[in-house]
């Protein structure tokens, strides 16, 4: 043979291999949506050469994994959530700055701790299956959120993303997202697992905590996103629990979420949080994020943000450090076959192979989505105060209302850093105001006292007492006084801790000399976490606290404030009357990049309860413009066996003249138990609407769960026999009815 057929023949025989190869590969079973999931898996699994498994495991980019071109594995895009889809080509402080180089819009939903407070998880399917809605249309796969983790420190800066300080309230509200968002074919991530619970130190701290404090508080909202939503991915978090990294942490990750829990979904490691290649190889993490070359440039960008912590780290799943990992024995082959059949599994599931191509440019922010967040907007506003009816205002009476304050022309959407959105539009308080008031009605804007640390010529003592003074007279000319003071996103924000539980400076001044000079002065706090206000509290006829709303926030205020609505919300926190009583007082924000959660499992109103403290506002509390009255309570089987059900039924009337909804809360007492346990804990609840003078009845069914507390001895849960006092009220601090039962073995 000559040269030239020589490599006529090879080639031809290359040729005929990749086309039989390729047309091998367009009937293989793996392409076949058709077969069963793991059939799919098993077979893709089996066609995949080493270097092609480790590419897998770690990114390509900030928000993306890595896609395989022979065998055509897409990537998986991500975007962060959860209160709406925020820009995925960068870090929060690249994407949420005026020169972010994709500007993404999407509808910008009320934060998770509002979402909590309406107690109403078919509002959470609501906001989840929305924000899924416009990740599908701006061709995301995988949103970033819900966060569950604990309120519990109020200095947390991003406990407006979480939904409170109740496991049972935040399991059932995560279940609803979950479900509303993956049920669109959109891979939620549940995170961070787990007790990430400060900001102060988050990528360096070691949370110390025993057995049963995680198992009873921190990580029960996990469980339930798992198992009973079927999370298809949870992120581990920054910090150490108990001397381990969360990332390499085999007990959380493997011996809870995957052997304990089932988990079948992959663990994606939140961003720049790796330490080493062997640790979270075999210690439970499947994902590495980011990934690919880029990631030396990013530590350093992040090492460089100020007040950002100095432990960033990543890049260890990259293909030659895992593969000189298993070379040296340190990582077993098993261990990446899992992780990869982990991440095939999820893609299989949601069906990311055939989504092709990515789609883009559908719709968002459509009517629906708008309608869902200032639904959940409204139901999620608290009235906390109202003396003397002063609300809801009657717009037939009113001449004139001064809208006052640093949040009154400015929507305070959410709170700042990675889960900021940019939405289309916002409505400011002043301008739903406006809007409901009409042209009878004369509404007047004086600013009181600019948000601290936004404009900085502003905080001076000559420019505050300028501002205080125009706004002291406007209240006093004026038939009412709306104050629009809280938080913004420089104030609670991912990144850092708040500096005080205090309203921001010139705040508290502002609502007394407001106060002073009109008798009607309603205050409407923004804020994701309590804030203290003893300063006031006496002066201020009524308040109201709108949480962050999302970009519908003014109209779910105006809502709220005309009648037009009647709220329903209530507590996810117990708000306390000064720092000394918080829960976590003592051990926050801990010593050495170490922090002992010695509370132990009373955190939020089950400290209040043990300590005998009085709160300011109650967890589960909330006013109505209307009444209810509780009765005829129920409890059946007297004496139940473990693994009986006990049903609870009381009546519940609207005995006022509104319509109105009211969260019907069920506590459970432990009379008498081996383990210390809290005085009381929420283990069902409903919200329910009634017209004026109609009444329903409520059924619960409380079970083995229900009962159970963790016992550190048994390694398990434990279903006590002995007597248990049922507590149905409005609030943890206003119990109506009471009824016991006894647990049998
Ligand atoms: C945050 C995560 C977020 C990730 C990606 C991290 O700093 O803790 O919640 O999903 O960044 O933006």
Same mark, same amino acid.
């Given at each position: 043979m000559n040269l030239r057929r020589e490599l006529w023949a090879t080639s031809a025989i290359v040729l005929l291999a990749a086309l039989a190869g390729c047309s091998g590969l367009r009937s293989a079973p793996y392409k076949n949506a058709q077969l069963p999931v793991e059939r799919r898996v098993d077979d893709l699994l089996s066609r995949m050469t080493q270097d092609e498994k480790l590419d897998m495991v770690s990114g390509a980019g900030w928000m993306e994994s890595r896609a395989n071109a022979r065998l055509g594995i897409p990537d998986i895009r991500?975007?962060?959530?959860?209160?709406?889809?925020?820009?995925?080509?960068?870090?929060?402080?690249?994407?949420?700055?005026?020169?972010?180089?994709?500007?993404?819009?999407?509808?910008?939903?009320?934060?998770?701790?509002?979402?909590?407070?309406?107690?109403?998880?078919?509002?959470?399917?609501?906001?989840?299956?929305?924000?899924?809605?416009?990740?599908?249309?701006?061709?995301?796969?995988?949103?970033?959120?819900?966060?569950?983790?604990?309120?519990?420190?109020?200095?947390?800066?991003?406990?407006?993303?979480?939904?409170?300080?109740?496991?049972?309230?935040?399991?059932?509200?995560?279940?609803?997202?979950?479900?509303?968002m993956q049920g669109e074919g959109i891979i939620a991530t549940v995170k961070h697992f787990a007790a990430n619970n400060q900001e102060f130190k988050r990528r360096t701290v070691n949370v110390k905590a025993d057995e049963r404090t995680l198992q009873e508080i921190y990580v029960p909202a996990f469980k339930a996103a798992v198992q009973e939503a079927g999370a298809w991915s949870v992120m581990s978090a920054y910090n150490k629990v108990n001397g381990e990294w969360c990332p390499d942490n085999s007990h959380l990750l493997i011996d809870i979420l995957k052997h304990d829990w089932g988990f079948k979904g992959y663990v994606v490691s939140d961003w720049l949080s790796t330490h080493s290649t062997p640790a979270p190889a075999n210690g439970g993490l499947d994902l590495e994020m980011p990934g690919g070359p880029n990631i030396p440039t990013w530590i350093a960008t992040a090492k460089n943000r100020p007040g950002g912590d100095q432990a960033t780290d990543g890049g260890y799943f990259a293909r030659e450090k895992l593969a000189a990992a298993i070379a040296a024995g340190q990582v077993k082959q098993d261990a990446i076959d899992d992780k990869v059949r982990r991440l095939l599994r999820v893609m299989f599931a949601?069906?990311?192979?055939?989504?092709?191509?990515?789609?883009?440019?559908?719709?968002?922010?459509?009517?629906?989505?708008?309608?869902?967040?200032?639904?959940?907007?409204?139901?999620?506003?608290?009235?906390?105060?109202?003396?003397a009816n002063l609300l809801p205002l009657d717009a037939a009476k009113l001449k004139s209302i001064a809208v006052i304050g640093p949040n009154a022309a400015v929507a305070r959407t959410g709170g700042g850093?990675?889960?900021?959105?940019?939405?289309?539009? /916002?409505?400011?308080?002043? #301008?739903?105001?406006?809007?409901?008031?009409?042209?009878?009605?004369?509404?007047?804007?004086?600013?009181?006292?600019?948000?601290?640390?936004?404009?900085?010529?502003?905080?001076?003592?000559?420019?505050?007492?300028?501002?205080?003074?125009?706004?002291?007279?406007?209240?006093?000319?004026?038939?009412?006084?709306?104050?629009?003071?809280?938080?913004?996103?420089?104030?609670?924000?991912?990144?850092?801790?708040?500096?005080?539980?205090?309203?921001? /400076?010139?705040?508290?001044?502002?609502?007394?000399?407001?106060?002073?000079?009109?008798?009607?002065?309603?205050?409407?706090?923004?804020?994701?976490? *309590?804030?203290?206000?003893?300063?006031? !509290?006496?002066?201020?006829?009524?308040?109201?606290?709108?949480?962050?709303?999302?970009?519908?926030?003014?109209?779910?205020?105006?809502?709220?404030?005309?009648?037009?609505?009647? *709220?329903?919300?209530?507590?996810?926190?117990?708000?306390?009357? /000064?720092?000394? #009583?918080?829960?976590?007082?003592?051990?926050?924000?801990?010593?050495?990049?170490?922090?002992?959660?010695?509370?132990?499992?009373?955190?939020?109103?089950?400290?209040? #309860?043990?300590?005998?403290?009085?709160?300011?506002?109650?967890?589960?509390?909330? !006013?109505?413009?209307?009444?209810?009255?509780?009765?005829?309570?129920?409890?059946? *089987?007297?004496?139940?066996?473990?693994?009986?059900?006990?049903?609870?039924?009381?009546?519940?009337?609207?005995?006022?003249?509104?319509?109105?909804?009211?969260?019907v809360q069920l506590y459970l007492h432990d009379v008498k138990s081996s383990l210390d346990r809290p005085v009381k804990e929420l283990k069902a609840f409903e919200r329910v609407e009634l017209k004026p003078g109609e009444a329903r009845t409520v059924t619960f069914k409380l079970d083995k769960s229900a009962f159970s507390y963790f016992d550190p001895a048994k390694k398990g849960w434990v279903a006590e026999p002995g007597a248990f006092e049922v507590q149905a009220g409005s609030s943890s601090r206003d119990i109506r009815l009471r009824g016991v039962f006894e647990l049998t073995k």
């Open positions: 991500m975007a962060d959530g959860p209160m709406g889809i925020r820009a995925w080509t960068g870090s929060s402080a690249l994407t949420n700055s005026a020169n972010a180089p994709l500007k993404i819009s999407s509808t910008a939903f009320p934060a998770g701790i509002a979402l909590a407070a309406t107690w109403n998880p078919g509002l959470a399917a609501l906001e989840g299956q929305a924000i899924a809605q416009e990740a599908k249309a701006l061709g995301r796969d995988q949103m970033l959120g819900p966060t569950v983790n604990i309120n519990r420190t109020p200095f947390w800066g991003r406990n407006f993303e979480g939904y409170g300080e109740d496991p049972y309230l935040a399991a059932r509200m995560v279940v609803g997202y979950i479900r509303g949601n069906g990311l192979f055939e989504r092709k191509p990515h789609q883009a440019n559908g719709p968002i922010d459509t009517p629906e989505q708008m309608a869902a967040a200032r639904q959940v907007a409204v139901q999620s506003i608290v009235l906390l105060k109202n003396n850093g990675s889960s900021a959105v940019r939405p289309r539009y /916002a409505v400011t308080p002043l #301008d739903a105001i406006r809007e409901r008031a009409g042209a009878q009605i004369q509404v007047g804007l004086a600013v009181g006292v600019s948000m601290e640390g936004e404009e900085p010529a502003k905080d001076t003592p000559q420019a505050r007492a300028a501002l205080l003074a125009e706004a002291v007279d406007l209240a006093r000319k004026s038939d009412v006084a709306l104050l629009f003071v809280g938080d913004g996103p420089k104030i609670e924000s991912e990144g850092f801790d708040r500096k005080s539980l205090d309203l921001p /400076a010139g705040q508290d001044e502002l609502i007394q000399a407001v106060a002073k000079v009109n008798r009607n002065t309603v205050v409407v706090l923004n804020a994701g976490s *309590p804030v203290l206000m003893s300063k006031w !509290l006496g002066q201020a006829p009524a308040i109201v606290n709108a949480w962050f709303p999302g970009q519908e926030g003014g109209h779910a205020i105006a809502d709220i404030l005309f009648g037009d609505a009647n *709220p329903s919300g209530k507590l996810p926190v117990t708000f306390l009357k /000064a720092e000394k #009583d918080s829960p976590a007082y003592g051990h926050y924000p801990g010593e050495n990049s170490e922090v002992e959660y010695a509370e132990g499992i009373y955190v939020g109103y089950r400290h209040f #309860d043990k300590h005998d403290i009085q709160p300011l506002f109650p967890f589960g509390f909330g !006013l109505s413009y209307t009444k209810f009255a509780y009765s005829d309570l129920k409890v059946s *089987p007297a004496k139940a066996g473990a693994d009986q059900p006990v049903e609870v039924s009381l009546k519940l009337a609207n005995s006022g003249q509104r319509a109105g909804a009211e969260v």
